[in-house]
């Protein structure tokens, strides 16, 4: 199990953005694949994206392709996502996990071990 924290959530107006992070105080992220999950509120919880260990090709959930960038910052064991464009439907709490690969197609939570606390993200104005 690694913990994970996520950080950069908070109210924002729509077509602004926001940059999440997810760091891993006391361990490496290096090895791992990382998904960025989120939940609204009354809905189940949605895989938005996954980026590998080697950095290729991270995956994107259709509702956010072309707004969202993952990223990975090994020498500061941090992984972003960056939020562009954002609208009142990407309002949720976000959340990182931590896997061993990003799988094929729509991402699953059980491929998926540890699991930060959440940030919160709200698209209003």
């Known amino acids: 199990q690694v913990q994970l924290v996520e950080s950069g959530g908070g109210l924002v107006q729509p077509g602004g953005s926001l940059r999440l992070s997810c760091a891993a105080p006391g361990s490496t992220l290096d090895y791992y694949a990382i998904a960025w999950f989120r939940q609204a509120p009354g809905k189940e919880r949605e895989g938005v994206s996954c980026?590998?260990?080697?950095?290729?090709?991270?995956y994107y959930a259709d509702s956010v392709k072309g707004r969202f960038t993952s990223s990975r910052a090994n020498a500061k064991n941090t992984v972003y996502l960056q939020m562009n464009s954002l609208k009142p439907e990407d309002t949720a709490v976000y959340y990182c996990?931590?896997?061993w690969g990003c799988g094929h197609g729509a991402l699953q939570e059980s491929d998926f071990s540890s699991w930060g606390q959440g940030t919160r993200v709200t698209v209003s104005s």
């Open positions: 996990a931590t896997g």
């Open positions: 980026i590998t260990s080697t950095d290729g090709n991270p």
